[in-house]
């Protein structure tokens, strides 16, 4: 994301408004094609060279600052290396010990320089089994500036082990999300740059409402991988609150910040920018959130976002189904013969502290509908927290398929017993229609 000094935005009647570019401008794709180039005819140059390019770059008619944030997201992207054929603490202290006495070795040494400083640079290498370039190069190898841009995207130096790196393509260190798209080009560049900007105005955001109407699992796996504390409510499709989940178009919400918890943190306020950009992955969304500004007179200003702003997403829509269970399952019910229809995660359970996605619903064209949460081959530690999750979902028309192979019996789920499908190695068509039969519950409407 961009550094706070490189935002732009525009405050206006309490309502905060990011500065973004038009991404089909010639101007600002001939700036982009220029800094992607820079960036792919430096790789394996060191870093302060990359940086002194990137600062030295003229471009006509494009503001300093928007040529720095989009290097700044291309250098998100970059991967520095330092490289020495021995330690550089190791190399420095054998040329200090040397050279004590005589004077300092700070500088590469020529044929014309004074050659006791050779003698020491080339004593010290035969001594490391190093060549003499080595040596000096080595030496402040590990400086910030020094390191070498070993990878951009995908692109990488010959001798570089892409495998042995963690990728700024992941989304937290330990994140099995990844970035849906990872090849720099023009397109890709503008995009993240105005994103970026809505995101940059979000680190001192307090709080934040959504409502989506589609793509419901998808912003929600989102919200719980940033660790967002939040409360949901079934809206319509005016985005009005309903009585219950059977009557919602879509869902609402409500994000809280550090306010909430009393203490001023901008470390939610990155949560919730890490999390925007889950919201340009539906067809229809909204956003509204509150940034404090303590410097005016209410407190805060308003940042209100939604699909027609043009924004777009680069994260992974996820996979579309979480195991092989699920994926065979669903095979099969294309190649069986029933009214019913297998359709995937369009419900969502409000749990309080977070929310439960089940794996499918399942409908009958009379209106009957159940809805299965597969529980298949999970750790202990795993399990335990999802049958947590499946004791507090209040619905008659859910029930569950639970393979044999896990450590749990009926009783753990408790008033949800009778509703568990046991299977061993596969789930069958016919034994999951027999249990929608039995609990499947028309849906409501409007007049019920």
């Not at 935002?7 to 500065?19: C, G, H, I, K, Q």
């Not at 001798?159 to 990844?178: R, V, W």
């Not at 794996?359 to 509908?369: N, W, Y």
Request: with cysteine; aromatic share 10%; hydrophobic share 40%.
């Amino acid at each position: 994301m961009l550094t706070a000094d490189l935002a732009r935005s525009r405050t206006r009647d309490r309502e905060v408004r990011p500065l973004f570019i038009d991404i089909s401008d010639e101007q600002y794709r001939s700036t982009a094609a220029t800094l992607i180039d820079l960036f792919e005819n430096h790789l394996g140059e060191p870093k302060g060279e990359l940086e002194t390019a990137i600062d030295d770059l003229t471009v006509d008619n494009t503001d300093y600052k928007i040529v720095q944030g989009l290097a700044k997201l291309l250098k998100d992207e970059c991967e520095f290396e330092q490289q020495a054929a021995v330690e550089p603490q190791e190399i420095r202290q054998r040329l200090f010990e040397r050279a004590n006495g005589r004077y300092p070795i700070v500088r590469q040494p020529t044929l014309g320089e004074d050659t006791q400083k050779l003698e020491v640079y080339s004593a010290v290498a035969d001594e490391l089994g190093i060549s003499l370039e080595e040596c000096y190069r080595g030496m402040y190898a590990d400086l910030d500036d020094n390191k070498l841009l070993v990878r951009f995207g995908d692109q990488t130096v010959a001798d570089y082990d892409a495998a042995e790196t963690t990728s700024t393509t992941k989304l937290t260190g330990n994140s099995k999300q990844a970035y849906d798209q990872t090849a720099q080009t023009v397109d890709w560049l503008l995009a993240r740059y105005n994103l970026a900007l809505a995101q940059a105005v979000l680190y001192d955001a307090s709080n934040m409402r959504i409502r989506v109407w589609d793509h419901f699992g998808t912003v929600f796996s989102y919200m719980k991988l940033f660790g967002l504390m939040h409360r949901i409510y079934p809206i319509d499709g005016d985005g009005n609150r309903v009585s219950s989940t059977d009557l919602a178009a879509g869902y609402e919400a409500e994000l809280d910040g550090p306010a909430s918890l009393f203490r001023k943190s901008q470390k939610y306020g990155i949560r919730m920018a890490n999390f925007l950009p889950a919201l340009p992955q539906c067809e229809r969304w909204e956003m509204r959130a509150e940034i404090l500004d303590d410097d005016t007179a209410s407190g805060s200003n308003r940042l209100i976002l939604d699909h027609t702003d043009g924004l777009v997403s680069h994260y992974s829509m996820g996979q579309e189904f979480d195991s092989d269970i699920e994926r065979t399952l669903a095979r099969k019910w294309g190649r069986a013969t029933t009214d019913w229809e297998l359709t995937r995660e369009d419900d969502v359970f409000d749990l309080g502290a977070e929310v439960m996605i089940p794996d499918f619903a399942i409908e009958h064209p009379d209106g009957r509908r159940a809805i299965i949460e597969i529980v298949g081959f999970w750790t202990p530690e795993y399990l335990e927290s999802k049958l947590a999750k499946i004791r507090q979902v209040d619905a008659d028309n859910f029930v569950l398929a639970v393979s044999e192979r896990l450590d749990c019996a009926d009783e753990d789920f408790e008033d949800t017993a009778e509703r568990v499908l046991w299977f061993k190695s596969g789930i069958h068509v016919y034994d999951v229609v027999e249990l929608a039969e039995a609990y499947a519950s028309p849906v409501k409407t409007e007049r019920d």
